[in-house]
């Protein structure tokens, strides 16, 4: 594709942006404050920075937070729910889990409210045969109730409407007569899925942010083009693919995990280039932390994500988990006495007090400047503003001298992080000592080498521009489309021939959306898997299938091979249950040169890349060198204690701790002993 390419991550605290010009190399980067109430803005702020003439861009890929933080703060469209009659409670009622392990207490607030769930006669059975037909006139009272109730966005959710959605589309072409807006969402066409309560949350969840997603991708399409830009503009899905933002709202709810995916596509393709292709990513901004775990260079795609307590959204997603501690995440004395940190975050606006605009609530940011982790210089008063707030808010209380009140504040968030990292690692059966951290945001690299100490990690990469790598991975993510059909049938009864059917029309339905893209694609292919159970277990294990056309007997020997792999129990007198099939069909764009990301012009000798030295707290003040990233040469080495700092990030290299640089210019840190 003839011209500029550019990536736009629009993060909780800063939008980033880069853009690549494949004809010169030429990376030029970005980064603004996010605007919050209009996303729009701060994506045209980046834009405008560059100077760019959006005139010369061939293509922007937009990963956004949108629906997410739409979900999480609950900000959502008005939504109605039509339901098979007795079943309208099917959304609070969930599974039989708790919030939290101990007490029976805990908050949950559904995404529909119960008077605006409604019921209608209608039942299908588990095989898809009508025990009772769809009342029509039954379906026109409860349309028009909702619609007086000033509901935005429709749900209709039959029960086993995956078996046979006959009464679901009937209701919908009833419902399109009546209906004033067009935000209708149906529970089988968003996902053939058997559980009801699954599959119910994730319609509600779609329909709830529809029109917020369309209103937001519209005055942002409309805003490009307004300044030039002619091409479509491509949204991130949370399956690390990408969509036409003509046609994203259709399915909002895939776009839940966008801004996260983005990432570890990122860390991927870097990973790959560097060959190390076994990461654990470590995402840290300003006001979330995002950890995932990268076997292969193959992004970790699942659809039984969970958002928050008893918020399953199924639909394939980016297996990310994520922690409130970032940069800005407000560090606190309990009424207990006891140190708190996050989740609440400064975020940009007002930001930590060491931003100087007007914070007044110390953060790990703050922590991080007070034991000269970040220049004091780049600070001014606010550094100063920065350490009487600690030493009221958290040292006084605590009793404790300002530095080691600081050093606390890190010890907890790292405590939070290495949690996170533990999640999704050791809970999946994965050694951290067999993987190398990731380490990427405008916060990461502080952190990194502290994590990889405490989780054993031996390496951690960090690459070139850390704190863009989610606007980086906008721009090197291929197309992807994801299919779930359930078949929920014994695998000692199914029909093989219809199994390599349905995946065989997945496939073709992929290939279809993807030719659909005007996008230049070096290859198509289609990946295969089956998520499985032993009859009488609730829980689902996927299993990859290397080939596309398995037959009984390979497809039960690769199900025991995975579930022995994971469980470490064989179980060879209970039958094997095929659940869903699944196919991801995946364009696979040109590749980028990632060498351009720091320009290779500027590189110095590494005496030359040295910009000074300052006190650092490493247990005790010591004396430590700060480089500046983008002098360094290519072949540099160091030995701890260091500092390295560039235009996004600031690198710690802690006593006992060694760094090389590659070619790609990533910087790839061995963890010694404590530091």
């Given at each position: 594709m003839a011209g500029l390419v550019a990536g736009v991550d629009?993060?909780?605290?800063f939008t980033d942006l880069?853009?690549?010009?494949?004809?010169?190399?030429?990376?030029?980067?970005?980064?603004?404050?996010?605007?919050?109430?209009?996303?729009a803005g701060g994506v045209l702020d980046a834009f405008a920075q560059t100077g760019v003439d959006l005139a010369d861009v061939a293509l922007i890929v937009h990963g956004t937070t949108t629906t997410t933080n739409a979900v999480l703060e609950r900000n959502l469209c008005r939504t109605g729910l039509i339901t098979t009659e007795g079943f309208r409670d099917v959304l609070e009622l969930g599974r039989r889990t708790r919030p939290q392990p101990y007490g029976m207490t805990g908050r949950f607030v559904p995404v529909i409210p119960r008077d605006l769930r409604l019921g209608v006669p209608e039942r299908m059975d588990a095989q898809g045969r009508v025990l009772t037909p769809l009342d029509e006139d039954a379906l026109r009272r409860a349309l028009t109730q909702l619609i007086e109730a000033g509901c935005e966005s429709l749900v209709i959710h039959f029960l086993h409407s995956y078996a046979n959605p006959a009464h679901e589309r009937r209701a919908a072409e009833i419902a399109r007569t009546l209906w004033p807006t067009p935000y209708i969402t149906l529970g089988h066409a968003l996902l053939s899925e058997a559980r009801e309560y699954e599959r119910g949350v994730t319609?509600?969840?779609?329909?709830?942010?529809?029109?917020?997603?369309?209103?937001?991708?519209?005055?942002?399409s409309d805003s490009l083009k307004d300044r030039g830009y002619?091409?479509?503009?491509?949204?991130?899905?949370?399956?690390?693919?990408?969509?036409?933002?003509?046609?994203?709202?259709?399915?909002?709810?895939?776009?839940?995990?966008s801004g996260p995916a983005s990432g570890v596509m990122a860390a991927c393709y870097t990973g790959r280039r560097a060959g190390i292709e076994n990461l654990i990513t470590y995402d840290m901004g300003g006001t979330s932390t995002d950890v995932a775990l990268i076997r292969n260079a193959q992004a970790p795609v699942s659809n039984e994500i969970e958002v928050e307590y008893a918020m399953p959204i199924h639909v394939p997603m980016v297996d990310v988990r994520t922690v409130g501690a970032g940069g800005g995440s407000i560090a606190r004395v309990d009424a207990a006495g006891m140190l708190r940190v996050g989740p609440d975050s400064a975020g940009a606006t007002p930001?930590?007090?060491?931003?100087?605009?007007?914070?007044?609530?110390?953060?790990?940011?703050?922590?991080?400047?007070l034991l000269g982790r970040l220049p004091a210089s780049r600070f001014g008063q606010a550094a100063e503003a920065a350490r009487q707030a600690m030493q009221d808010q958290i040292a006084t209380p605590l009793g404790l001298p300002a530095e080691a009140a600081a050093a606390a504040v890190l010890r907890i968030a790292n405590t939070h992080m290495a949690g996170a990292i533990r999640m999704v690692s050791l809970?999946?059966?994965?050694?951290?000592?067999?993987?190398?951290?990731f380490a990427f945001g405008g916060a990461g690299p502080l952190h990194a080498a502290d994590l990889a100490r405490e989780l054993a990690i031996p390496r951690v990469l960090i690459p070139a521009r850390p704190g863009i790598t989610n606007a980086l991975g906008c721009t090197v993510a291929d197309l992807r489309h994801d299919f779930v059909r359930t078949l929920n049938r014994p695998l000692d009864d199914v029909d093989m021939a219809e199994v390599h059917a349905l995946w065989a029309a997945q496939e073709a339905q992929g290939r279809a959306q993807i030719a659909a893209e005007r996008l230049t694609l070096t290859d198509i292919r289609a990946e295969y898997s089956a998520d499985m159970q032993f009859i009488g277990q609730t829980h689902l294990l996927r299993v990859p299938l290397p080939q596309g056309r398995p037959t009984r007997a390979a497809l039960q020997a690769l199900f025991e091979a995975a579930y022995h792999a994971r469980f470490h129990v064989d179980l060879p007198m209970i039958r094997a249950n095929l659940v869903n099939l699944n196919c991801s069909v995946i364009g696979t764009r040109p590749e980028l040169d990632l060498s351009a990301l720091i320009d290779p012009a500027g590189r110095r000798s590494l005496t030359e890349a040295?910009?000074?030295?300052?006190?650092?707290?490493?247990?005790?003040w010591i004396d430590t060198p700060v480089y500046w990233r983008d002098h360094l040469p290519l072949d540099a080495r160091l030995s701890g204690p260091a500092i390295i700092e560039q235009m996004d990030t600031t690198t710690i290299l802690a006593p006992g701790d060694d760094l090389a640089s590659d070619a790609m210019g990533n910087l790839i840190l061995t963890i010694g002993g404590p530091a």
């Open positions: 629009v993060g909780g605290t880069v853009i690549f010009d494949p004809a010169t190399g030429r990376v030029t980067l970005a980064k603004t404050p996010t605007t919050l109430d209009n996303q319609a509600a969840v779609n329909a709830a942010v529809q029109p917020l997603l369309e209103r937001y991708v519209r005055r942002l002619t091409a479509d503009l491509l949204v991130m899905n949370g399956n690390g693919g990408m969509v036409n933002a003509g046609s994203v709202a259709r399915e909002a709810v895939k776009t839940v995990m930001g930590p007090v060491c931003y100087g605009r007007g914070g007044s609530r110390v953060t790990i940011s703050d922590a991080n400047l809970s999946l059966g994965a050694d951290p000592r067999d993987f190398a951290l040295q910009t000074g030295s300052r006190p650092v707290w490493f247990g005790r």
